[in-house]
């Protein structure tokens, strides 16, 4: 267990291993989110309130997911890079983090998007529009708290430690901002209150949601390659596979 | 070779570094508490214009939202609890990017990271500092900026208590901040991006506890969560502000 850790931790051996799951991990995502989205556009059944608008669920909602999931992962990429000096963990927090922020971009465009129709605005102040919006800025702040440091160590270091103070402060952030929501209801529409969905509807959601976590992990997989190519390549193993591809 | 004879001066030197350390441990650390929280204050009562740019600053800024949106009374007595959290918040945010400048420039930031006794205490005592001569300040001063926009009578004192009790908050968070951005050359803006964020929700429960002391709902719920952030903070900060300290001095 900890020798597998171990070689994990090597940026050669992850390497290579990558290479291995990597064309899986596409492959899934491909079909999955193929499938999905034929399914979600075109077979599920309409909504009897929203109409045909509700179909943006099948990419806000796999989009708000990976949005909070992919910052908790930063995070633990972030212990295990401060605890265990592991550099492969930070070149996986550090090409994490734009696409997290893509995610929750996303999200919130198309919630925005959304409630044209269903509210008739495109921006309200809702609980958990707001949560999204410190969520997209706690992660700019990580990308550019990165870039700001001459030394890429320190620069790495300092998104770490930032990256736990941020997942500890999420659950804190999102609390208030709900009770915060609760004392200043407006009265117009709720999106909790769109009753349960039958199988027809979300099925289709839940192989979006896993395609879209399939995707992450094979983007992550090939940003984490590319990211150890460059800043290995000084290295003799990595000048050896370029002389081979030669 | 080398490394052989570190390792034997540190297996003689080790034994007695242990012996001094662990002579009178409380007592070091008090002392060292102490020594810390007089220097700060020393320093900072010497630069005076530290101390009051952020009241200053917090008095402008409550003058520019009657000039900008109404003098109408009304409108400002139901926007005022949270200009002057906002207000009071930006006045503490500008402040925190001196809190280690000098003694980064000057390098007595890297002995107080040599120090035996633990950096999370030290850097607490600084904050502590930081809070007392920024947050407290400002959460005295607002009441007389709250009479300037019309707020009632009855939510003064609540007004002061969440701004003392939250600023607290704010100095503790923003100073892990401060403290990731101490070694850069322009890191005000990248401060205020990494910690205007996490700041939210004691802006909430302070602005809350004044909104529901205005209604007559009662602060109490809001000022015992603004103190549960602030005990949160007081456990957790100090590890956060160490951690990134060591980042800034070694990088």
């Known amino acids: 267990m900890w020798a597998f850790i171990h070689k994990l931790g090597s940026p050669k051996w992850f390497y290579a291993l990558s290479a291995r799951l990597q064309p899986w991990f596409w492959a899934l995502a491909a079909v999955l989110i193929v499938i999905g989205t034929l399914w979600g556009l075109a077979f599920a059944p309409a909504d009897y309130q929203q109409g045909n608008s509700f179909r943006i669920i099948y990419i806000h909602v796999p989009a708000a997911f990976l949005a909070q999931s992919v910052f908790v992962s930063m995070a633990v990429a972030g212990l295990v890079f401060m605890v265990w000096k592991i550099k492969v963990a930070d070149m996986a927090a550090a090409v994490m983090a734009p696409f997290g922020a893509a995610m929750t971009f996303v999200a919130l465009f198309s919630g925005a998007v959304w409630g044209v129709p269903t509210w008739g605005t495109w921006w309200m102040w809702d609980a958990r529009l707001t949560s999204m919006l410190i969520l997209l800025f706690l992660y700019l702040g990580v990308i550019a708290l990165r870039g700001s440091f001459a030394s890429r160590h320190s620069g790495a270091r300092a998104a770490s430690v930032l990256a736990m103070v941020g997942v500890i402060n999420i659950p804190v952030i999102k609390y208030s901002v709900d009770w915060w929501y609760t004392l200043h209801q407006p009265a117009t529409f709720s999106v909790t209150s769109s009753p349960a969905m039958p199988v027809s509807m979300w099925l289709p959601l839940l192989v979006m949601v896993v395609g879209f976590y399939s995707f992450f992990i094979a983007l992550t997989l090939m940003r984490t390659r590319n990211e150890i190519l460059r800043r290995e390549s000084n290295k003799r193993w990595v000048k050896e596979l370029f002389q081979e591809a030669q | ?251």
Not at chain 2, 46 to 73: C, K, Q, W
Not at chain 2, 184 to 202: D, E, K, N
């Open chain 2, 1 to 251: 070779m080398t490394e052989g004879m570190t390792e034997s001066v540190k297996q003689q030197s080790a034994p007695a570094g242990d012996e001094s350390r662990n002579a009178a441990p409380s007592s070091g650390l008090g002392i060292a508490l102490a020594a810390t929280l007089r220097r700060d204050l020393v320093l900072m009562l010497r630069y005076r214009g530290e101390v009051l740019n952020p009241l200053v600053f917090f008095a402008l800024v409550i003058t520019l939202f009657p000039i900008g949106i109404s003098p109408d009374p009304e409108l400002l007595q139901r926007i005022a609890p949270g200009l002057l959290w906002v207000a009071a918040l930006l006045a503490a945010l500008l402040s925190l990017d001196s809190l280690f400048r000098g003694d980064f420039d000057d390098g007595s930031l890297e002995q107080l990271l040599l120090a035996p006794q633990p950096l999370a205490a030290l850097s607490l005592a600084k904050v502590a500092v930081h809070w007392l001569l920024t947050g407290l300040p400002l959460a005295l001063m607002a009441p007389l900026l709250g009479v300037m926009l019309s707020l009632p009578p009855g939510s003064y004192s609540i007004l002061s208590l969440s701004l003392a009790l939250g600023s607290a908050s704010l100095s503790l968070i923003g100073a892990i901040g401060a403290a990731l951005t101490v070694g850069l050359a322009r890191g005000g803006v990248l401060l205020s991006l990494l910690v205007l964020p996490l700041y939210i929700p004691v802006l909430i429960f302070g602005a809350g506890a004044v909104q529901a002391a205005i209604m007559g709902d009662g602060a109490g719920a809001h000022l015992a969560i603004l103190g549960a952030l602030l005990a949160a903070s007081l456990a957790l900060a100090p590890w956060g502000i160490a951690a990134a300290l060591r980042i800034s001095i070694n990088g």
